[in-house]
């Protein structure tokens, strides 16, 4: 199985080092900085040499000619303090056309495309609709992230372990993203709650420059393991929405499965009246961004 990933920045690299940990046969990455792109996939193949793996890391130097079953797309900026994701659209926005742009029909027609710049639920359904791709082939790494913040800040504060959390996070990948566990302590609950929202924030504002890498990679991991193993794994991610939850025409987080064809199934919670209005609130700021393209006639 190949991958090709696009943006061989701080997420696209570390998905290329996490993937000498998976069962790949090769690593495509592609950057607008070439050079860039030449000394990382030189230093991730010695590093293949170093771990005795037989996985291939190739530089692209051009993009439409590529072809490969899973493609992620990580180019685009990243957040400093005191933004917010959303912050970020008009600059990615353009960044995700010129990808568009180079992809060949081959790939469009049969890969499975993860998509990680930011805001992105907002570029997922960009992707969806400028591409026109079966939606089960479209996921948005989000929730692979939030809930395993969410697992660990439980963890910490409930005092149960790790591996016997399964929280989920539905809605925007956003300061509005809704965290859902029941079982113990609600207020100690609710501060676990808290802390992943500010999550993402609190790691810009150490970092002074750019946002976190290391978490961000490995939720992209856990969804590339699940398509190239065919686990039928329940991740939540982002995905295009018809009729689920009573939202069309709109991509946010929910669960789903993850096997070989992308999302293979959406699973419906059973929320209460409260969390269909937390919902709602929570997806707000994606509406408004999607009707911000559609007034700039950009979908
Ligand atoms: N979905 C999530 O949960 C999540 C988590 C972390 C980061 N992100 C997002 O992922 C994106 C990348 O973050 P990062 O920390 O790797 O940033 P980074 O600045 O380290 O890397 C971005 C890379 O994109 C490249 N790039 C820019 N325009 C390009 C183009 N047209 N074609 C190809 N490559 C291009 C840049 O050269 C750079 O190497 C950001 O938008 C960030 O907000 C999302």
Redesign the pocket.
Known sequence: MKILI????????HIAYLSLFSSLDEVAV????KE?VLGKTLDLSHSAGVLKKDLKFRAVQNLAEEVADIVVI??????KEGMS?AD?LDV?VK?MQ??IENLNEDLLQNAVFI????P?DVLSYYFYKKTGIAKNRLI???GA??AGRFRYHLHENIDKKISDLNPVVIGS?SKDMMCVYKEGDASLIDKAKVETQNA?AKVVSYYKG????FA?AS?VKTLIDAVIEDKNEIIPSVAVLEGEYGYSDIAFGVPVRISKTGISEIIKLQLSKNEEEELKSSVNGIEDSIAYLREKNLI
């Open positions: 696009i943006g061989a920045g701080n997420v696209g690299a592609y950057d607008i900085q860039l990580t180019a685009g900026m990243p957040r994701r970020l990615n960044i010129d990808i998509i990680v710049a930011n992105v948005g790494m989000a992230l939030d990948h993402g750019g946002s976190a890498y961000p939720g």
